[in-house]
């Protein structure tokens, strides 16, 4: 019967716990020994790496690649009786263990930790229910550094909240807001209707379908006469709804799913939301007058941050990706993954265009506190307003967003970040999402040991 009657009282118990049960010496207590396993970085990319929990991966990159990290323990065959009991000279089989492989990443360490380290800063200063950054080499899709906050100690992950075991970069969705101006740019640029000379009239909001739309200027009379440059820089909400109706829904939705959104990007990490935008049928005048700004649809980080990728590196949307290679114990090369276009979504005059205008953004808009001094830096702010518990805006509840490119002449890196539900201090992006956006991004480029940038050029030469 002991065979049958054989049951757990704890697994994987710390070794002072097994130390002084077994000097008790309670009859019928059998210990065994089991692996466990140890994080020695702690918090750091513990929401990418994930856990083992009894038996298995549990998050992150520990159960999306299970079946290549977990190997095998040798075995013993052989024939037994209904009790467990080995009947005596049969034949016996051993089976030897095997190891579990080895993954290589594309995360840079060192990336990571200034990643982090600033998020951290941005949970002192702000207090805010999450904080986050995603980093992408523009030219492969190879994912930099992806942290947010709060997150977790994968050696004690049972002390904190389950929330906080994902990677909110690749399994948050939430409107973009501003940031999505971009693709209605790029957009417009491609189809040859943006003229950056021509002046639009804000007046602060616009109408559509009886539903007044406000631009962020609405409390003192809109933006006025401008042209459609400083529509830019300005991030002027009823221009760019009049550049989304010259495109048109059809034209402007086709681009939408072009950048990658609405879909997985096929990130390998479990999780992965695909966000929500608006399909055909639905996609009337109302909605595309504000998705044009970026309202009323849902996308997630590394879309964002893919999107605006492909925008700066010539026009090519990349598969974003964590593991590069999968090795076994003796360093053989088991699986290599090599760098994966998925399409050209927009010309490589369109793309310096943009990347000329988004940097117009730093220099002389919105996103002048993303700036980084001695480098060429582009981007562009958001600010989303959050949906209530009735399905109405809150008129206090913002979600700050910037993403961008450095430097200018030869785009390295693309940064996410974002920051939502604010709690303490300044409320406002110019604070919190483009100041974050600007510290990390000094001191990766400091840390890649790039050289300072030549003097931005005139914007007479850009116009």
């Not at 681009?255 to 990130?267: D, K, S």
């Not at 699986?335 to 990347?355: A, E, K």
């Amino acid at each position: 019967d002991v065979y049958k009657r054989q049951v757990y009282i704890k697994r994987k118990v710390e070794p002072q716990i097994s130390e002084a049960v077994q000097q008790m010496g309670i009859p019928g207590i059998v210990f065994f020994d089991e692996e466990k396993r140890y994080y020695p970085g702690g918090n750091l990319a513990s929401q990418l790496l994930g856990f083992v929990g009894m038996d298995q991966g549990w998050a992150g990159l520990e159960i999306y690649y299970e079946e290549y990290l977990s190997g095998y323990e040798g075995k013993l065959l052989y024939p037994a009786d209904n009790y467990g009991r080995q009947v005596p000279h049969e034949f016996k089989r051993s089976l030897p263990p095997k190891q579990g492989y080895d993954l290589h990443l594309t995360v840079d360490e060192t990336i990571q930790h200034i990643v982090e380290k600033h998020l951290d800063q941005v949970v002192v200063d702000s207090a805010p229910t999450l904080a986050l950054a995603v980093a992408i080499d523009p030219h492969s899709g190879a994912v930099l550094a992806a942290a947010s906050r709060p997150d977790y100690n994968p050696d004690a992950y049972d002390d904190y909240d389950p929330e906080s075991w994902s990677l909110a970069p690749f399994t948050a969705a939430f409107e973009p807001g501003s940031t999505f101006k971009m693709i209605t740019l790029a957009a417009a640029i491609e189809e040859g209707i943006y003229d950056p000379e021509e002046h639009f009239y804000c007046s602060g909001h616009v109408t559509i379908n009886g539903r007044q739309i406000n631009c962020w200027t609405a409390d003192r009379g809109g933006h006025g006469d401008i042209t459609f440059y400083e529509a830019v820089g300005a991030s002027c909400n009823p221009a760019f709804i009049e550049l989304g109706s010259r495109i048109g829904a059809d034209k402007l939705l086709s681009y939408i799913e072009a950048f990658g959104y609405g879909r997985l990007t096929g990130v390998d990490y479990p999780g992965e939301s695909t966000g929500l935008i608006f399909s055909p049928e639905s996609f009337g005048p109302l909605e595309l007058a504000t998705t044009s700004f970026g309202q009323g649809i849902a996308v997630t980080p590394i879309q964002q941050a893919m999107a605006v990728a492909a925008m700066v590196n010539g026009g090519y949307l990349y598969k974003p990706y964590l593991v590069e290679e999968i090795c076994d114990s003796e360093g053989n090369v088991i699986l290599h993954r090599d760098p994966d276009m998925v399409r050209q979504v927009i010309s490589t005059g369109t793309s310096t265009r943009l990347v000329e205008l988004m940097e117009s953004v730093v220099l002389e808009g919105t996103g002048k506190t993303a700036a980084v001094e001695g480098y060429r830096v582009a981007g562009k702010t958001g600010t989303a307003e959050k949906v209530g518990p009735d399905n109405s805006y809150m008129s206090d509840q913002f979600v700050y967003s910037f993403v961008g490119t450095a430097p200018v002449a030869d785009p390295q890196i693309v940064l996410y970040v974002a920051v939502d539900g604010v709690s303490k201090g300044p409320r406002y992006g110019s604070y919190t999402s483009a100041p974050l956006f600007s510290r990390i991004i000094e001191d990766v480029l400091n840390y890649l040991q790039i050289p300072p940038s030549e003097p931005a050029v005139e914007e007479a030469d850009i116009n």
